[in-house]
């Protein structure tokens, strides 16, 4: 199956740092590229989203970096609070299919 | 709106033994799916439904797991003989449909525990 790798495993911040999580994938059937924010005993819900003819998107403390050649787009957390604290998983749509195929997450805790 | 429904959330069955489970996607949803989240690990899509037919069943090990969307609306996975592995949460998403925007909508996920 094709993969979307992620990392890191885990993430500690304290208040307003600004974490980042990485991803990367080997496909170039990918046509679409969100971010997923899960918390406990609930399912993922889109946090924000990126297609690959845009190097940037924001969307309030939220900022998703696309470098299309390297294959590689990243999370991007402003002013972090402990309400962020949560599972963040990248992910990658095949085109055509919309497959959508999951990072192995993050778990991002933010301590005041 | 009502959000994806799951049911059970909770279910704990020793191996061998089966279990089933539901869901009601996103009114007029067409895609539906079925992941397959193990503790620690990114959701696995395990079947993908446009309307009552399968698009991808790729990831599903057949020997065990079946999955069935009558009439293109709810749906229901079932697993027989459970193995211990099986042990995870189930979650159950929708999209309005291929060509969307991209979003899929989760529902809360049913959690399995094999014994």
């Known amino acids: 199956q094709q993969q979307v790798k992620q990392s890191p495993q885990s993430l500690i911040v304290q208040k307003g740092g600004i974490p980042i999580i990485n991803c990367a994938y080997e496909?170039?059937?990918?046509?679409?590229f969100p971010w997923y924010q899960q918390f406990p005993g609930k399912g993922p819900a889109l946090l924000i989203a990126?297609?690959?003819?845009?190097s940037e998107k924001k969307e309030g403390r939220f900022t998703i970096s696309f470098n299309k050649s390297a294959k590689q787009f990243s999370l991007h957390i402003m002013d972090s609070q402990p309400g962020d604290s949560a599972t963040y998983f990248c992910?990658?749509?095949?085109?055509?299919?919309?497959?959508?195929?999951f990072g192995t997450g993050t778990r991002l805790q933010v301590f005041p | 709106e009502a959000g994806v429904a799951q049911s059970p959330r909770y279910k704990i069955i020793e191996k061998r033994q089966s279990v089933a489970f539901w869901c009601n996607p996103i009114?007029?949803?067409?895609?539906l799916y079925w992941y397959q989240q193990i503790l620690g690990q990114g959701p696995k899509l395990l079947i993908q439904?446009?309307?009552?037919?399968?698009?991808?069943d790729s990831q599903l090990p057949k020997d065990r797991f079946s999955a069935e969307r009558l009439k293109g609306v709810d749906s229901t996975l079932k697993i027989q003989p459970a193995k211990l592995e099986d042990s995870a949460v189930y979650l159950c998403?929708?999209?309005?449909?291929?060509?969307?925007?991209?979003?899929?909508?989760f529902g809360e996920g049913s959690r399995l525990t094999v014994l």
């Open positions: 998403a929708s999209s309005p449909g291929t060509g969307y925007s991209g979003e899929l909508f």
């Open positions: 496909n170039t059937a990918f046509d679409y």
């Open positions: 990126i297609r690959p003819d845009v």
């Open positions: 992910a990658a749509r095949e085109r055509n299919t919309d497959k959508l195929i």
């Open positions: 009114s007029g949803h067409a895609t």
């Open positions: 439904f446009q309307n009552n037919g399968v698009v991808d």
